[in-house]
């Protein structure tokens, strides 16, 4: 079964560490975690691995700084509001504001195997109004 949310989506870019990435969180508004998904780069152009991380506190929604313990720095690099379509293995995510110069309109992800995903961008149709009688 396909369920459907909206809210906010983020990109934060987190350096300061051996392999520096990118995190894509995707809120839904109804969970106390938020969906998380490790990046090597921003934005996607092509199929690209991606891998599932533990979801992420709330908090990273809306900091930029440094992370406790040593662990490095995230900057906010992207964000806007979301709509995805999910079942377990499987997310089509669109975004509706974006970075300006970023022209990626949405993500599917897709599960392969584990905690190893397969992000591939995609394009979103715009729907035309209907002409006027």
């Not at 509001?81 to 079942?87: A, P, T």
């Amino acid at each position: 079964m396909t369920q459907r949310a909206s809210g906010i989506f983020v990109v934060i870019h987190h350096t300061g560490i051996d392999k520096p990435h990118y995190d894509l969180l995707i809120d839904n508004n109804s969970r106390a975690r938020v969906p998380t998904w490790r990046l090597p780069v921003w934005p996607i152009e092509r199929v690209t691995k991606a891998t599932r991380l533990p979801d992420h506190r709330r908090h990273y929604l809306r900091y930029s700084g440094p992370i406790s313990d040593d662990r490095g720095h995230v900057q906010r690099v992207d964000g806007g509001m979301q709509h995805s379509n999910r079942r377990p293995g499987h997310w089509v995510v669109r975004f509706f504001r974006h970075t300006p110069g970023c022209n990626l309109l949405g993500l599917e992800l897709t599960k392969v195997s584990g905690e190893i995903w397969e992000a591939k961008p995609v394009e979103h149709s715009r729907r035309r109004p209907k002409p006027r009688a």
